[in-house]
């Protein structure tokens, strides 16, 4: 009794927690893209159990959730190839072992962090859903301009 007490505990903790992030992001955004990820495939991996304990698929729910609420637009965008492609450029730049943090694209020069780098291509990839042209700024900032 006391275990499924304490597991329900933790479970209403990480929803709390999901519900908090997800307003957040609300607040600070217009609109919100992210990796339409295989979440079963990722269950069943080599860090499965973490996976799981972090509740990937419950926040992205809730996301959806709040952003509807609040006027935020939410997508979900291709997963495939983000951390390998340049978000500059839009060449690949090929595979990256996990030890490899920093993105260099060969084509073009740009260096990001590899993270960085791809949540610039999900940006990207994200605009051009919805039928914006996107810009890449100099100092490395993204505008959605509306195609007419």
Same mark, same amino acid.
């Given at each position: ?75 979900? %965008?291709? =997963?495939?190839?983000?951390?390998? *492609? ?9 595979? $990256?072992? !996990?030890? @490899? ?14 993270? %960085?780098? =791809?949540?610039?291509?999900?940006? *990207? ?9 996107? $810009?890449? !700024?100099? @100092? ?9």
């Amino acid at each position: 009794y006391k275990v499924s007490k304490l597991y329900e505990r933790i479970g209403n903790i990480r929803k709390n927690y999901h519900w908090e992030l997800a307003h957040s992001l609300c607040v600070q955004a217009g609109m919100i893209f992210a990796e339409d990820l295989n979440l079963k495939g990722l269950a069943q991996g080599m860090l499965s159990k973490h996976c799981l304990d972090a509740g990937w698929g419950q926040f992205l729910q809730i996301l959806s959730q709040c952003c509807l609420k609040r006027g935020v637009f939410f997508h979900k %965008v291709d =997963a495939r190839k983000t951390s390998q *492609i340049c978000p500059n450029c839009l060449t690949e730049t090929g595979k $990256k072992t !996990l030890a @490899e943090r920093v993105h260099s694209c060969s084509n073009c020069g740009y260096t990001a962090d590899r993270d %960085v780098a =791809a949540a610039q291509v999900v940006a *990207i990839r994200g605009l051009a859903a919805v039928g914006h042209t996107v $810009k890449m !700024l100099s @100092e490395g900032k993204f505008i959605g301009i509306p195609t007419t």
